[in-house]
T-cell receptor
Framework: KAGVTQTPRYLIKTRGQQVTLSCSPI?????VSWYQQTPGQGLQFLFE???????NKGNFPGRFSGRQFSNSRSEMNVSTLELGDSALYLC????????????FGPGTRLTVT | KNEVEQSPQNLTAQEGEFITINCSYS?????LHWLQQHPGGGIVSLFM???GKKKHGRLIATINIQEKHSSLHITASHPRDSAVYIC????????????FGEGTQLTVNP
């Protein structure tokens, strides 16, 4: 089985712009979670989608949003980018609603200038 | 506040040494994960535990639910083990969302 894929791998944006990141989970997995990793805050949970519904949300401003499609692929969007949004964005997929094992993608490194 | 604490933050060892990384958490969990992150960012899940002990090759993970503590051991360490090791938990009240420790930077010198 192919692993979790994320596109793009690297991205440079300017303050005020918006960005969309994509995550394709392992085939058959219906849950996708998104995480942000920064040197200052470490790894933090953004949100989780399961069967196209947001199941859980972390403590991030409304500029951060996401969605999941019927094929389980997920996108996250950040609007009005700030310098502090520069981070590694990771997604992880898991197989079932009651399965806790998560498989991480390689991440998208976003730099905001 | 639900917290995960890891120690040590940094660890330098000589090749062949036995290594232990510790993780403590504050309240009840559904599962505890040990993750490995190499430079470049990709995260690999090493173990998921809810009780007892697991072993995979030179890696051993244990958890004590009563003491809210887990350890990751690496036997016969090797320079390729150099990475950041991260403890993460799924709280009983928060579904599968993960809360992470700060990570342990391990460097194994030849």
């Amino acid at each position: 089985k192919a692993g979790v894929t994320q596109t793009p791998r690297y991205l440079i944006k300017t303050r005020g712009q918006q960005v969309t990141l994509s995550c394709s989970p392992i085939s058959g997995h219906r849950s996708v979670s998104w995480y942000q990793q920064t040197p200052g805050q470490g790894l933090q949970f953004l949100f989780e989608y399961f069967s196209e519904t947001q199941r859980n949300k972390g403590n991030f401003p409304g500029r951060f949003s996401g969605r999941q499609f019927s094929n389980s692929r997920s996108e996250m969007n950040v609007s009005t980018l700030e310098l502090g949004d520069s981070a590694l964005y990771l997604c992880a997929s898991r197989g079932g609603r009651f399965s806790y094992e998560q498989y991480f993608g390689p991440g998208t490194r976003l730099t905001v200038t | 506040k639900n917290e995960v604490e890891q120690s040590p933050q940094n660890l330098t060892a000589q090749e062949g040494e036995f290594i232990t990384i510790n993780c403590s958490y504050s309240v009840g969990i559904s599962a505890l994960h040990w993750l490995q992150q190499h430079p470049g960012g990709g995260i690999v899940s090493l173990f998921m535990l809810s009780s007892g002990k697991k072993k995979h090759g030179r890696l051993i993970a244990t958890i004590n639910i009563q003491e809210k503590h887990s350890s990751l051991h690496i036997t016969a360490s090797h320079p390729r083990d150099s990475a950041v090791y991260i403890c993460a938990v799924s709280w009983e009240t928060s579904g599968s969302r993960l809360t992470f420790g700060e990570g342990t930077q391990l460097t194994v010198n030849p």
